[in-house]
């Protein structure tokens, strides 16, 4: 899975961030969506939620595929039992699939039907398959799956927590789970997720993160596109 294009296209452009979508304002949604078509945005992000795992509900895998687009679509399922629904977000166009840690008793499983699914957009991609893990969870959890990921989302809010409020020590959990892809020599990505805003994004790039996913801080304050470039600069001069 690792040798597919849809990889490597993703670790030549990092890093980067992936732009959470339903931050935008829905009733100009695809003249936002273009906005960012022309910028150096590479993602959309969704977030998926069911109520459920989570207390929030979002969009599904219909409105998803409805959203046409050029950018990688970065689905971030946050649901009970993702096995039920994985083909119906690959069916939507996802390249880039995230499941919870969390959400289901065996996740090898979901992972190897994943990079066995072919890539709605475009066969040769493959579907690049992410992990993400709440702050509560522990990182061991993730040494037996390394073979069957591609990305691993370390979240910066707890989802447990109405409002999803921000985890203060994302830095050590970062960093306890990038030595941990050291110590293996896995070609993994690194992403943190969760209150990226234009007042942290820097110091949360220097953790060294792949990528950030950003969604609220873009379409706020002085527009999408001054926001983008703000953040694409502070990820890219994140060693200064």
Do not use: W
């Not at 590479?42 to 046409?68: E, N, Q, S, W």
């Not at 994985?86 to 069916?91: G, H, N, S």
């Not at 109405?162 to 203060?168: A, R, S, T």
């Not at 896995?186 to 942290?200: A, E, S």
Request: with cysteine; proline share 4%; net charge negative.
């Amino acid at each position: 899975m690792q040798n597919s294009t849809g990889f490597h296209l993703l670790k030549q452009n990092v890093p980067t961030i992936s732009v959470g979508i339903l931050s935008a304002d829905l009733m100009h949604f695809e003249s936002e969506v273009a906005l960012l078509e022309g910028l150096n945005v590479k993602m959309l992000h969704f977030d998926v939620m069911d109520g459920c795992f989570v207390p929030y509900l979002t969009v599904g895998p219909r409105f998803i595929k409805a959203v046409k687009t050029n950018l990688l679509k970065d689905i971030h399922l946050m649901v009970r039992e993702p096995e039920k629904s994985i083909e119906q977000y690959v069916d939507a166009g996802g390249d880039i699939i995230t499941i919870q840690l969390e959400s289901t008793k065996d996740t090898r499983p979901i992972l190897r039907k994943l990079g066995e699914m072919k890539n709605a957009n475009d066969p040769n991609r493959g579907i690049i398959r992410g992990v993400a893990l709440n702050p509560g969870t522990p990182v061991k959890l993730l040494e037996t799956l390394l073979d069957d990921i591609e990305v691993i989302t370390v979240l910066a809010v707890d989802l447990k927590v109405n409002g999803f409020p921000f985890f203060d020590s994302i830095g050590d959990k970062f960093e306890e789970v990038r030595n941990m892809v050291s110590r293996t020599e896995k070609k993994v990505l690194l992403c943190i997720d969760g209150g990226v805003k234009r007042n942290n994004i820097g110091e949360l790039a220097k953790f060294g993160a792949d990528i950030l996913v950003s969604g609220s801080a873009v379409f706020s304050g002085d527009g999408a596109k001054e926001n983008i470039k703000f953040m694409l600069n502070a990820v890219n001069t994140r060693s200064t």
